[in-house]
Structures are given as structure tokens and as C-alpha cells.
């Protein structure tokens, strides 16, 4: 009996600890090598200067001029893989332009094999599992603006910063949102647990959730952009509604009018 | 009835001539002269309005921690200032309706003014005996400007306080006495001392509300002593003789209802088109700040200033005379209202007409005005736009930087540009209609000729 | 025969004719030529404005019914809208009794006369002959402008109570001194150790009011073989870290995006950027701006980390923070 429990003990975490199953690996190197090695090099080990002539097979690389520059992804774990495959971030659109949200090149069967694979380069971190409902939206969009409005804007609509355009995050779903925040993709910066914790995350989450659907009880939101739109509207509808209504009004008079 | 209640102010206040006098005061009938009662009619909407939100705003800078209905803001520290604007747009009745009404009638009402004065301009009514009433005018839009700039600037919110940061930096920027005069404004330097909302709070409720009635009292009243202007329809339209409507009873039912129009306009738009929604905001702080803060329209030409102007400050010996902010912000602004100011003098001077004017010019029939006028407007128009460049690259994708290259060309191309275009097409338009009038000219004498 | 009691339908009516009046026929302005011209009735025109008064009506009524109600569903949105809607069929009552219910009649008028060069020259002649009696006419006038001169001189006076008009002192002062500790917006003392590097701290002094324009600070991490600090900026840094202004010295706007590459050789370099004019600046370089309107860098603070790994303030800013002013170039910040 106490053996079978030790053979148990010892069993039981395995599953656990194991890496993904060999032939999703094996799936996910190969489909590595399709799209993503002309940039990130044999074995994730990057391109970090000299762009080569060396274009991939595969959709993505249909470009003509491939600066083939790409990280290391070692120790970058399944976060980073999750993250970029699942927004379309990877592979590159268009290799001049700031990665951002696009297609979705690949299955979810493929995105898993890619995924394992990369996450078998290195120890990195895992995919996050944020619990917006454990958060706070008031304390989110204290962090929010705090740490996230100057370039996201405070309700998300995305911005400008010099040579970049942060998105915005209307399509985020919260798993992303943890990821980005952890990864700091592009220009973002990158907050670690300690600079914002799990529980801070959570609510980050949530207010970014809430953000999608505001509290719009004063009517039409204008996109929430503030005071652009409403001028727009100023113009374009106040104004030529008044100036229609003066035009009826001041009808010049015709014989037989009154 | 009607007669009892004449000859009582008759007989008290001796008012039956005036009365008869205004009952018979005639109006040019043609649209372009309903714009001023436009901006009138939307400044009456910013009265009442803005005296129902007086009765519940609360001018004080004092901190707070939020624990009203708003859950989003909870727990939160602000003002009371933007607990107070925050609690009429969630707690009180019809406080977010008076709020957006009051809130866009400012925005019409600027919108009315900038196109009153547009007709104003390309139709000559500023000349002799007007420049008086056009002088009472465009200070009247100067005041209105910083009055909008006060009103939403109470709320204490992320844009607005943001929004007051820049307005205090260009006061700072002021060569020589920018420092001075904004220690005064805010007592000290920003954020400065509870006693400046305060200030803000008695400006835009009372003194600049009063100058405006002062204004415009003034500026109505010398309409209605020189009368109005017109334009030359027919051949009974001349310099001496004013043809229109009379005030009753054809002009002041069209008038009452545009009043009623105005005043419906702007209350539909405050119940259905959310306008600075401070709640999703969040208040401000000297260390917070948000992406894509913009001011009201009616800044949007300094905010493009500010964006466009290379880095430098002018230095000398250590002496900063001229920093950054004050071409954009402060400079820029002076120029084009200094221009406006002295317009009618220096068209004076440049075609040396010192005559009565009672008839409007068409844009066409003054083609160098209507060049200038174009011209400036262009100007304004770039700079404005300019201030939205990095929406722009948001929406479209056309890159900040190079945006930012482009309008400071354009700021001096364009103008010169647009004048000449508007010169020729003035020159166009005139010759087209010289040629329709040559011939019907030539058919009416050959159908004469032909009995 | 003997009067009978009146009844409570004759005291009504009684009552109602005291107060109301009985109806006199209009007395007819005789002899008098007609001014305002005749028009013809316009029946149709007249159910129209009725129509059109009694939606007015409706609409108010609508208002004032959903003002009344608690806890509707947009409710700003259906006050806008019946409030709006009344007024505006308002409008087009008045419009159209403007149109069909009056007559419009084009009525010519004189125009007022230019000018009145008889009364000019009589104003002319009051006035003057009125300073007949004054021999020192131009010494009195210049009393008289002193007077006025210094009376209104002394009437402004009181308004330079309204701030610190000749004190700048107060503009060239901070919170930071030697020794302060750099805190969170919670209170909590910044370690060297937890400030990461891509990543953007907001840090204020120990005790310090938060608002002031002196008191906040952007702080990062770069590695120490990427910085370039000129010389009067030697030794500014904790091993790496550097401290910066927060708040932009264009227009005081608080510096909030911090653009952090993830991979250097394709993506623009680190860089403090304010959100609203997108002026930018070189963390590396003493804050050097390298885009935008700022014309002067932003302000560096020198820091290090004490004996427990705190990070401290070694004295004040390199340069006054916030906007420029006149004097923002002719001194330090105070100690």
C-alpha cells in the first residue's frame, strides 16, 4: 500500500511539469520554419543585425524587401507566442510597419503547436490567467490612468505616441491584456508583477473591459474621443441645421406671399 | 385689451413713439442676416442654463474621496468642484441635460458668431458709419472665447485641467512679464491656490456674462440706430433707402421662432449627443495626463499652434524673452485678431473709399477683400487642422511627423495660395455674369428691332 | 310680486362676469387709413399652427412626465428629446403663422441721416464757450490727469493681493532635497532594486504635496552602457537609474508615455514623450528633447541608493521645472 501511494506521489506531477507532447513540438517547429525562422533565426535565436537576403516560404513573407531582423525568442515563453499569434501581431503584415492587430494566419491546433514550441526554447512564463472579477473598476481606472491612458487613452481609444500608434484595446480580450502588459510588445513598456501585481492586473482587466461598453448616459458617445467629434458635430450638424432653418426662415419674399 | 395696456405704458413711461418707431423697424429679408440672432438666441440658451448649473456647482479645491452612485470612480480623491459636476451628471434630475445644453450652446454659439462674422466681413457691413459695431463684435468673440475656455475648464477634470496647464504656460511664455501675470492670475505658480477656481468661478458666472450684455446691448443698439444693412436686390435697395420686413407683424414671429428653433436644437442635442462625458475622464492631477486631450473646437487653431512651431525658446544672455508657447498660443491668436481690428482702416487706406457704405458688396463684386478674407481664413484653417494631426494618423495612417512637416509648409503656402485662387474666381464669376447680361442685352434689342 | 332668491347658477355666473368682463364690441378705429395691408384668411394654415401648438404642448407634457418618473432608462436622453421636440414644433408654429398667418409686406424706410452737422457744431459751441471763465487751461488739465493718473493708479493697486506678482522665488522651488526619499503614489519608499528596466515608475518626494509641479518624477532603468549624460549631469544616475520632471517644460503637461523598444535595432529608441504636443525626450541623454516644440530638456534629478537600497534625492533639479518663463535660465533651482 505505502508503495503504491510513494509510486503515486512521485507520479501525480508529472502531467503537470511535462512539456507539451513531443509531436505538437515537432508540429510547431515545423510551421516555425515556414513563416517565422527568416526573422527569428534557427532555433529562436533571433537576427539581430545585418538583414539577409533570406526570405521564408509561406504567406507571410509574400513581401518584397524583407528586413529579416528579428528577437531571440528564447526565454520568452508560451505568453509571448500566445500573445502574438492569437492578435495576428505575427507574422508580420508588413515587416516596415509597427506590428499590430491583423489576421489570424493560423488554426488553434497550429497556434498551440507554435506556441509549444516556442515555449520549448526556454523556461519563460506561462499564459496568464487574469480573474477580472476579482478586481476593482474604480481601482483600474486609477492604474489605468496611471500607467496606461498617456498612450492608450483613458477609455482606450487607443493614440499617438512618437513613431508609434498605440491601439486601440475595444478587441483586447483579457488573457491579451495580461500578456501585453507582461511583454511590453512594440514600444510598450512592460510592468512586471512587481510593478503592477496580479490582483492590480485583475482590475486593470476588468476597467479595460468595462471601457468597451462605458457608461454613455449622456447619449451618442462620439466615439469617446471628446471634444474633436463634438466639434464635428458643432459644424456639420448644429450649424447646418441652424443655417437650413434661417434659409427657411428668411425666404425672400414673393409676390402673393402673406 | 391691446388698448388698455398701450396707453398705460404710454401714459406712465411715455414710451408710444419708440414703441411704434420699433413695431415698424424694418429688416433686410435675406438669410444671411438671421446668423447674429442665431448666436444671440444660443447666448440667451447659455444664460438660463447656465443659471440652473450656478445653483448646484461647487467652486471649492478642496479634496474629497468620491462615494456617490459612480462606481467606476469610487474611493476615489477629487475636488469638490468636479464631485459637484459629477453629481449633476448622475444625481440630479435633469442635470446632465442642463449640463450638455449648456455645454453645446457654447459651442453653437461661437459657431454662429465665427459665420455671423464671416458674412459680416465678405459683404462689407464693417465700413463706415459699422466699424463701431464690428469692433463691439469681435471683442464680443475674443470674450467668448475665453468664456467657453472658463466654463469647461470648472469641471476640474483630466482634459480641462490639462486644457489650464497649457493656458498658464502661455501666460508664462508672455516675454517679460508672463511670470508675473500668471503668479497674479493663479497666486503663485500652477496649480496655485484654492482661490483660483474661485476667480474662474466669479469670471464666467458674472463679470464676463455682464461685459457680454454690455456688449451686445451696445453693439444692438448701434444697429438699430444706423439700421441695417442691405443688399442691392433691385433697384428700390439703395444707399438711402432700406427695404425689408417690418419687425411686426411679419419679422418678430419668424424671429420668435428662431429662437424656439435654437433653443430646441441645442436641447435636443443635450439629451441625445453626449458631450464631455467628465465621468469617464476621471479627475485631474498636475502628475496625469491622457492621450488625445484636445480643447473645445474653438481652440483647436491654438492647440495646432502650439503643435507646429519648432523647438526653440529665444534666449538672450541667459534672459529668456521669448519661450516656446507664446507664438502658437499667444502670438498667433494676437495676429489674427489684431488684423481683424484694424481690417476696415487698412481697407480704407488701400482703396481709399472714405464713403458711407448702407449697400453689402457680394463676396464677387470685392475681390480683393473677399482674397484677404480667404486668405486669412486659410491660415486659421491649417493651423486648426494641424491640431488633430495625430488623430489623423490614428484613423488614416498618414505619419505625425511627416504631417507635421507638411502644415508647416502649407501654413505659409497655402494662403497666398487660396487669395489668388479666390481673386480669380471672383474674376470669373464677374466676367460670366457680364457676358449673360451682354447678351440678353443683344436679344432684347434684336427682338425689339424685329417689332 | 316678490323678488325670487338668486340661484347658485346665477351667483356663478355673476361672479364670472365680474371678473371677466362682458365682451364690448371693439370700437371701430374710425376715419383711419389701414397701415399693416390686408391678406386673406388661410384656414388650413391655422389647423396647422394649432396642430402644431397642441404637439408643443404634448411634448412639454412629456417632459415634464418623464422628469417625474424615477430610475427610467435614459432619461437625459428622452428629457432632451421631448424638451427639444416641444420647442422646436414651437418653431414651426411661429414659422408658419409667420408665413400664412400674417401678412409680409415689404415696407421701404429712410435711412437715418449721416451725421447732424448742426447739432455737432452746437455741441461743439456748449462745450467751449462753457471753459470760457478757465485762464490756465493747460496747467489745470495737467492736474487733472495726474489726478486721474494716480487716483486710477491707486485703484488697481490692491489687485496685486491677488498673487505673489514680484516673488519668484517660488517659481525656481521644488520639494526635492538631499536625502529624500523617492515614494510611490501610495507612500511606499522606491527600492533600486524592484525599478526594472521598459518599465515607467511614478515617483514623489516623502511627504510632499503631490500636485505641486516640483514634486513628481518619471523614473527608468537604462542599461548603464546606453547612457550618454553630458558632463554637468555626471553621476545624476543610481547605477542606471535616472530620474526625470514629470512634468514637460513645453506646456505642463505630466509626461506619461514612455516608449520602451522590446527589440532596438528595428524600433525607435527609448524615449519620454507628452501627450500633448508630443514633445519627446532622451532619457539617456539628460533628457535632450530630439522631437517637438519643447525648448528647453527636461529637468534631471540626481539620485542614488542609500545604505538599505532606497532611492534617495542627492539634491534638486538640474535646471526650474515646468514651462519656461523669463527667468527659467538665470538660476538653479534652490538648493
Known sequence: MRTLLVALALVWPLPAAAAAPPRQVEQGKHLYGRYCLACHGANGSGVPSAPSARTGAGPGRAQTQQRGLGPSLHGVGAQAADFYLRTGYMPLESAHKQPRRSRVLFGEQEIDALVAYVASLGPGPPVPRPHPERGSVSEGLRLFTDHCAGCHQVVAEGGYVTGALPPPLDAATPTQIAEAVRIGPYVMPRFSNRAISDRQLDSIVRYVDYAKHPDDRGGWALGHLGPIPEGLVTWLIAAAVLVAVCMVIGRRLRSGEG | ?451 | MAKARPSPKDLLIAAVVLLVGRRRPRPRLRGRERIVPQGPPDRRAELVVLALLLGSAGCAAGFVAFYALDRLPNQTQLLGASLGLSLVLLAAALVVTAKRLVVSEELEHDYPAEEHVDEQLTIEQIVDESGDRVTRRRLLRLGAGAAGGALGAALITPAVSLGPVFDMDRFYGTPWRRGRRLVDERGRPYRADEIEEDTLYTAFPEGADREELGSSLVVVRLPTSALRLPRENARFDAAGIVAYSKICTHAGCAISLYRAPLFQPVEPRPALVCPCHYSTFDPARAGAVTFGPAGRKLPMLPIYADGRGILRARGNFDEPVGPSWWGVRLRKPSP
Open chain 2, 1 to 451: 385689451m391691446i388698448r388698455r395696456a398701450v396707453r398705460f405704458l404710454d401714459r406712465r413711461a411715455g414710451a408710444a413713439p419708440f414703441v411704434r418707431k420699433t413695431l415698424r423697424y424694418v429688416f433686410p429679408d435675406h438669410w444671411s442676416f438671421l446668423l447674429g440672432e442665431v448666436a444671440l438666441y444660443a447666448f440667451v440658451v447659455l444664460v438660463g442654463t447656465g443659471i440652473y448649473l450656478t445653483l448646484f456647482y461647487q467652486d471649492s479645491t478642496e479634496k474629497v474621496t468620491y462615494h456617490g452612485p459612480y462606481e467606476p470612480l469610487r474611493g476615489q480623491e477629487m475636488t469638490e468642484a468636479y464631485r459637484s459636476v459629477l453629481n449633476l451628471s448622475t444625481t440630479v434630475k435633469a442635470g446632465l441635460l442642463m449640463r450638455q445644453t449648456h455645454h453645446w450652446a457654447a459651442n453653437v454659439f461661437i459657431a454662429a458668431i465665427v459665420l455671423h462674422l464671416l458674412r459680416i466681413f465678405f459683404t462689407g457691413a464693417y465700413r463706415k458709419p459699422r466699424e463701431l459695431t464690428y469692433w463691439l463684435g469681435l471683442t464680443m468673440l475674443l470674450v467668448a472665447l475665453l468664456e467657453g475656455y472658463l466654463g469647461y475648464s470648472l469641471a476640474d477634470d483630466l482634459l480641462s485641467g490639462m486644457g489650464l496647464a497649457i493656458g498658464y504656460s502661455v501666460a508664462l511664455s508672455i516675454p517679460f512679464l508672463g511670470a508675473n501675470l500668471a503668479a497674479l492670475i493663479w497666486g503663485g505658480p500652477f496649480p496655485g491656490t484654492h482661490d483660483f477656481f474661485a476667480r474662474m468661478y466669479v469670471a464666467h458666472v458674472f463679470l464676463i456674462p455682464a461685459a457680454i450684455a454690455v456688449l451686445l446691448t451696445a453693439h444692438l443698439a448701434l444697429v438699430a440706430l444706423r439700421h441695417h444693412t442691405q443688399f442691392a436686390r433691385g433697384a428700390r435697395q439703395t444707399e438711402r433707402k432700406l427695404v425689408g420686413l417690418p419687425m411686426y407683424p411679419a419679422y418678430a414671429p419668424r424671429s420668435l421662432g428662431l429662437l424656439c428653433a435654437v433653443a430646441g436644437v441645442l436641447f435636443l442635442l443635450g439629451g441625445l449627443a453626449q458631450i464631455n462625458p467628465i465621468w469617464l475622464w476621471g479627475p485631474y492631477h498636475t502628475y496625469s495626463s491622457t492621450n488625445g486631450a484636445q480643447p473645445d473646437w474653438y481652440l483647436g487653431w491654438l492647440i495646432g499652434g502650439l503643435r507646429l512651431v519648432p523647438s526653440f525658446d529665444v534666449v538672450i544672455d541667459g534672459y529668456t524673452l521669448v519661450p516656446n508657447p507664446f507664438w502658437g498660443g499667444a502670438a498667433f491668436p494676437l495676429a489674427v485678431f489684431l488684423f481683424l481690428f484694424l481690417w476696415p482702416w487698412l481697407e480704407r487706406r488701400l482703396t481709399r473709399d472714405t464713403a458711407y457704405h448702407n449697400l453689402l458688396d457680394r463676396p464677387r463684386d470685392a475681390p480683393g477683400r473677399t482674397a484677404v478674407g480667404i486668405a486669412l481664413l486659410t491660415w486659421v484653417f491649417v493651423v486648426f487642422v494641424a491640431g488633430s494631426a495625430d488623430r489623423v494618423d490614428v484613423l488614416l495612417g498618414l505619419g505625425y511627423q511627416t504631417q507635421t512637416w507638411v502644415y508647416r509648409v502649407l501654413v505659409f503656402a497655402a494662403p497666398p495660395a487660396a487669395g489668388l485662387v479666390a481673386y480669380r474666381i471672383c474674376g470669373e464669376l464677374r466676367a460670366g455674369e457680364r457676358v449673360e447680361r451682354a447678351r440678353t442685352r443683344a436679344e432684347r434689342e434684336a427682338r425689339e428691332a424685329a417689332g
